[in-house]
């Protein structure tokens, strides 16, 4: 394997890490021996990533790029018919695969086009950002938007592999980098304090420097072996699996109030300041301490220094929450941290107390 790539399994199948993997693929896609094989990439991977991509490849026919636009607003059924309208013209059947090159908008689209597309043919993840490498890719949810509310039609279903290669996430410029650390500092909130220490130590606000192009592999691959622990317990987000929604109740939300304003706001900036809010809750309603819950906020303004919060409507906001998939009995339902490295899930938070804890933020 190249640059000691690693594996993990998670369910049935292996996520490879490593550096510059191309041969895997490769080889992965030889023993298959399938008949066509397409690769779904937006406007920024079709550029700097599928030429990386091309150079692993030695397929006896001409892959079917097709091209989508970026931005989580093409996440929606319109842009899912144009993919199945290229699939059927050029012929592709249950005996090809489909391969998703691109972060997490990428894959949630593609996995879920692919799950159903002829009643499910195999699909690859090659996830090109941090934010898909931790998680987008891992763990088998795929699906789109609908009416701008963030994946509310979609199913579980696992690719058949993953491809984590950091030579993708050189192409990244400052933002997405520091958009894909939101959810690494969730995994150590949610289930283990030591690695959350470890973050805070290594990645405070001097990993931001403009020379630094890629992020420890090590770190990226903790991240996996965390979700893929939980994934394997509630592989259909019963129970514990719910954890990791954590700052994703209210994130979700914003993500969906700036697309419908027609403004840009990436989804690990929402969910940075998902994890203040809902950090915020925690102390109110559980046993987190304000002594921890300052050394959440300071590590978001860390990674998160020049996160811009438009003027939030608390209503607005609250009503996008009321769709969150994780509610029942017409409450707000969220993920808490009981203290550092525990959450909780399932609990119900009034309206008012919301509304407390937005402007709260607003206020940062």
């Known amino acids: 394997m190249s640059s000691e790539a ?49 150079e692993s490849l030695e397929f006896s026919n001409e892959p079917l790029i097709i091209e989508i636009s970026a931005g989580e607003e093409f996440k929606n059924r319109t842009v899912l018919d144009t993919v199945f309208d290229q699939m059927l013209e050029h012929g592709i059947n249950r005996n090809s695969v489909l391969v998703n090159l691109g972060g997490g908008m ?16 195999d699909f690859i993840h090659v996830p090109t950002t941090v934010l898909g490498q931790v998680d987008a890719a891992i763990g088998g949810k795929v699906g789109i938007n609908h009416k701008n509310i963030k994946n509310q039609i979609g199913v579980f279903a696992d690719p058949v592999a993953v491809f984590v290669d950091a030579i993708y996430l050189q192409t990244l410029d400052d933002r997405q980098l520091r958009n894909g650390f939101a959810e690494v500092m969730k995994y150590g909130l949610i289930m283990d304090k030591t690695f959350w220490k470890e973050i805070i130590k290594k990645y ?16 990226i691959s903790t991240c996996i072996k965390l979700k893929a622990e939980i994934v394997q317990k509630d592989p259909l987000d019963k129970g514990i699996r719910k954890t990791l929604n954590f700052g994703h109740t209210f994130g979700h939300a914003l993500e969906s109030f700036y697309v419908s304003h027609g403004l840009e706001l990436l989804h690990g900036e929402a969910v940075a300041a998902g994890i203040i809010v809902e950090g915020w809750l925690s102390q109110k309603l559980l046993e987190l301490g304000d002594v921890d ?7 978001v303004n860390n990674v998160f220094p ?59």
């Open 106 to 121: 990428v894959t949630d689209l593609g996995g879920f086009a692919g799950a159903t597309y002829q009643r499910g043919i």
């Open 204 to 219: 405070g606000s001097n990993f931001w420097l403009e020379d630094s192009k890629t992020i420890d592999p090590e770190l």
């Open 306 to 364: 020049t996160l811009e919060i438009a003027e939030l409507d608390p209503d607005s906001l609250i009503d996008l929450m009321r769709h969150d998939k994780k509610n029942f009995n017409n409450e707000i339902n969220f993920t808490l941290l009981q203290t550092l490295g525990d959450a909780k899930v399932d609990n119900h938070v009034d309206v008012e107390l919301i509304t407390e804890a937005i402007e709260f933020l607003k206020k940062l």
């Open 6 to 54: 690693s594996n993990i399994t998670i369910n049935e199948y292996s996520v490879l890490i490593g550096h510059s993997i191309k041969s895997e693929i490769n080889s992965f896609l030889s023993k298959k021996q399938y008949d066509k094989l397409a690769v779904l990439v937006d406007n920024n991977t079709m550029k700097s990533c599928l030429p990386v991509l091309k």
């Open 293 to 299: 819950f300052s050394e959440i906020v300071d590590q």
